[in-house]
């Protein structure tokens, strides 16, 4: 019956559509939905839901999820390339772009498409719109940037999957956490609707409510809002001073003639000084002690501001999102994962001369630090505990070699995946690099490209740096620092036991190890294996 009561608003919609009634075809394709829901919700013993989502191709399905034993029924039809799907729990149509599709309502606004905050790396709740790239009345299609959207990972380039003109901008750029689903542009199919949308904001429910400010305030307390009351400054002997003596019914203040003729020379009020002598009264040392503190102010009577010394000028940069969570991860890498660090010279003259030979016929320049990833690779085919991650109950051991290098951008450090290296030959290495490289200075990653690995490099040598300590990037084990070539005087042996003195190219690299995974022997054992391939170029030719 269901099938039927479907087919049959189907046959309607498309007579109305026929006769270009396209607006009253869609609310029939909306009513037979909303009875579809709920005979569907019927059978199944549960709530339907019915969400938007994009698929190949541009149409946005509407994905009426069931939570229902195996039901599943599948009614298409095509009113203005828009179709119904029923789909099983389990059936998921993954897709980080969040779009919504909106027909001419009575509010007299023409058929747009909204574009939400996607979700673009597993950890996401909130993202911050860096830039736009586009400006109201610009045309776009499909691959154009429409923002860049700084993550918790990364800065991304959101790009469009429809064809339209741009009719507003929710969003300004700089905005900072942004969550999830908040629509952030108006697209239209028409440049002549894009007037419609000049003083067009986004519906109250889209973005999330601002907390009230009375909640977060909390009630003042009373003595608020009397003046601010300067603390007695006392003096400071060894044992607790007493409080000023009360004076007499007379008015007199019990105090030896000592102490009367101090305060007489001094010009200290005796009833303001507090007595240490026997049954409160004041001595002569009273009187002193008091006169060399400092004097209370005056109650009630407003303090003068001190001045802060003068400060050199300065900039507050406001902290992006990728910088929060290197801050995050590298303060809890420190706390958490216990380090150990293992430094080793490598001659690289061997090395030098196979990536000039190799440079000469590769079409794809071979740098060093590819040489480095390729030697990395077959050290963790050799020492594989090293390619390993630490869990919280289990130690696990990776079956491929995918190694993250580390590269500098404009809003922080992003470490892009080199995937099964130890299969690749150096000129795919090269390539791989390269890409990965451009394209995450130009915030084009996707999520898979720099999220992993097992192990990272971070070469600083091109920088000039001889040698440095890095950090592990959980839950990693290692971490390869690489620093620059230097020219050097080297001891070496004859084949006849003499000892004779050269120069040579040494390279120092650091491996950063975390002790719960990898022990000092073992550590060891991968820098030679490192070391030999390094100096024996040769060898990762095989």
């Known amino acids: 019956s269901t099938q039927s009561t479907w087919g049959s608003y189907c046959a309607q919609a498309r007579m109305l559509a026929a006769k270009r009634c396209v607006s009253r075809s ?13 005979s569907l919700s019927a059978r199944a013993g549960s709530v339907a839901r019915a969400t938007p989502a994009r698929t190949v191709g541009g149409s946005e399905p509407w994905l009426l999820r069931v939570r229902g034993p195996e039901l599943a029924r599948t009614a298409t039809s095509r009113p203005h390339h828009h179709h119904l799907v029923v789909c099983r729990p389990q059936q998921q149509i993954a897709s980080p772009f969040l779009l919504g599709r909106h027909f001419a ?31 109201v009345g610009d045309k776009v299609k499909p691959g154009d940037s429409l923002c860049m959207i700084d993550t918790d990972k990364s800065s991304v380039a959101y790009e469009t999957t429809e064809e339209g003109f741009v009719a507003k901008i929710l969003v300004p750029s700089g905005t900072a956490d942004v969550p999830l689903g908040q629509p952030l542009c108006i697209l239209v199919e028409d440049a002549a609707d894009v007037a419609a949308f000049a003083n067009y904001a986004a519906p109250a429910s889209a973005a999330a409510a601002p907390k009230p400010a009375a909640a977060q305030t909390p009630a003042a307390p009373k003595q608020a809002a009397a003046p601010a009351v300067a603390p007695t400054p006392t003096p400071t002997p060894t044992s607790t001073p007493a409080a000023a003596p009360a004076p007499a019914a007379d008015g007199r203040v019990a105090a030896s003639r000592a102490a009367k003729a101090t305060a007489e020379k001094l010009g200290v009020p005796l009833a303001s000084v507090p007595g240490t002598g026997p049954n409160g009264r004041i001595i002569a040392a009273d009187v002193n002690e008091f006169k060399a503190a400092p004097q209370p ?34 303060t809890e890498s420190m706390q958490q994962i216990p380090h150990f660090y293992l430094t080793s010279e490598c001659q690289i003259d061997a090395l030098l001369e196979i990536r000039a030979l ?3 016929t590769s079409k794809t320049k071979i740098s060093v630090n590819d040489l480095v990833v390729k030697a990395s690779a077959g050290a963790l085919r050799a020492v594989p505990q090293v390619n390993s991650s630490w869990f919280d109950t289990f130690i696990r051991r990776h079956n491929t070699v995918d190694i993250c290098v580390a590269v500098s951008t404009d809003t922080g450090l992003i470490t892009p995946i080199v995937h099964d290296a130890d299969l690749l030959g150096l000129s795919q290495i090269a390539a ?3 890409d990965l490289a451009d394209r995450a200075r130009a915030g084009k990653l996707a999520a898979e490209e720099y999220q992993g690995g097992t192990f990272t490099i971070s070469n600083l040598g091109m920088f000039g740096i001889d040698q440095f300590t890095a950090i592990i990037n959980p ?5 390869l620092a690489v620093g620059a070539g230097r020219e050097k005087v080297v001891r070496k042996v004859s ?7 050269d120069v040579a190219t040494v390279m120092r690299v650091t491996l950063s190890c975390d002790h719960r995974v990898v022990d000092g022997a073992v550590g060891a054992q991968w820098l030679q294996a490192f070391r030999d391939r390094v100096e024996n170029p040769i060898t990762m030719l095989l």
């Open 26 to 38: 869609l609310d029939l394709l909306v009513v037979a939905q909303r009875r579809l829901l709920v």
């Open 105 to 135: 309502s009575a509010g007299g606004l023409p058929e747009h498409i909204t574009m939400k905050m996607p979700n673009l790396s597993p950890t996401m709740t909130v993202g911050t719109v860096a830039a736009w790239n586009v400006k």
């Open 297 to 330: 102010a005056a109650i009630g009577k407003p303090q003068t501001a001190v001045s802060a010394p003068a400060a050199g000028s300065y900039e507050d940069v406001p902290l992006t999102n990728i910088r929060k969570i290197i801050a995050r991860r590298l």
């Open 358 to 360: 190799l440079n000469k």
């Open 432 to 434: 791989t690099t390269k």
């Open 475 to 479: 839950p990693q084990a290692a971490i």
């Open 495 to 501: 084949p006849d036991g003499t000892p004779q003195y």
